[in-house]
């Protein structure tokens, strides 16, 4: 009898730390937060040549439900196009993630989280404004999106991203927004502030969590933001873990306000190609 209390001991232990193990979160699953405007949403229609290719080892956490591809909201998919909702296009995310991997040791992946609204204000993402935002600045054409976040982007990008923290490690945050907020020299205080929130509501250290700002589309390209470029590329001085990504020669569409689908790979891939380096300083 002993000897099957002993036994059945055990096996109780070993299941306990079996349990433990597996609920460990994989330090080489490198997971990104995304946010912006219509921009980081993906304007451009996906072509075929973008649902081709996609690595196994990067994937997306769906951050809506989408009935139409079978996604979950706050499960892991491989990222196919579209990577924010199921009307959204080609982002940049998708190839930042495309260039990540191309390149990480094969033993890496690559997971992000893409919460984005076309035509947002940077307040849309401030926790201190983001109600007063969604009830009285917010034009009716922006109603829908924000309900998919349950009217707080912000909140449903915290939920996933702790959600994702049990299967991996929070590397780096992507944000392209501004089109809005052109003129507002407040703006990168204004990001500080998200930063800083995400930051903190995470439990993440700002040495280790850098941020990337992406240029809305140029002035070589005609950009009817193009303005708002100055002011993008003084973030590193609010925060010093940030650092912007250039758009000079990323092609945009007729409106010249967003890419086109070349423009979007190109900005894609300087997300990813800084962030390699930043990595790889870590390293060192």
């Known amino acids: 009898m002993r000897k099957y209390v002993l ?18 979160p994989d330090p080489n699953f490198y997971v990104f937060l995304c946010l912006g405007q219509s921009n980081m949403e993906g304007n451009a229609r996906v072509e075929i040549r973008d649902l081709h290719g996609v690595s196994d080892r990067f994937l997306m956490m769906a951050a809506v439900d989408d009935k139409q591809r079978k996604r979950e909201q706050g499960k892991w998919y491989k990222a ?24 990480l040791p094969e033993n890496v992946r690559v997971g992000v989280i893409n919460v984005a609204i076309g035509g947002c204000h940077i307040e849309t993402f ?7 935002y969604v009830k009285h600045r917010a034009p009716d054409w922006m109603k829908g999106p924000l309900a ?3 009217n707080n982007p912000y909140a449903r990008l915290v939920e996933l991203a702790r959600a994702a923290q049990k299967d991996g490690v929070i590397k780096g945050i992507l944000i392209h927004q501004g089109e809005s907020n ?7 205080e204004k990001v500080k502030s998200v930063y800083e929130c995400l930051l903190k509501d995470l439990n993440l250290k700002a ?3 850098p941020l990337l700002a992406g240029e809305v589309v140029n002035a070589d390209q005609g950009g009817t933001c193009a303005s708002m470029n100055n002011i993008i590329r003084t973030l ?11 758009s000079a020669g990323c092609t945009c569409a007729t409106d010249s ?17 800084k962030m390699l380096y930043l990595l790889g300083k870590d390293r060192q």
């Open 7 to 24: 036994t059945f001991c055990m096996l109780c232990v070993a299941g306990w730390m079996m349990a433990q193990s597996a609920a460990k």
């Open 80 to 103: 196919v196009p579209p990577l924010c909702r199921s009307n959204t296009g080609l982002t940049p995310v998708d190839y930042f993630g495309r260039t990540l991997v191309a390149t």
């Open 126 to 132: 401030m926790k201190d404004s983001i109600d007063n």
């Open 148 to 150: 998919a976040y349950d």
């Open 182 to 188: 052109t003129g507002d020299r407040t703006w990168p």
């Open 207 to 209: 040495e280790d969590v």
């Open 236 to 246: 590193p001085q609010a925060i010093p873990t940030a650092d912007f990504v250039s």
């Open 257 to 273: 306000l967003h890419f086109d689908a070349a423009g979007y790979r190109e900005l894609g891939r300087r997300y990813g190609e």
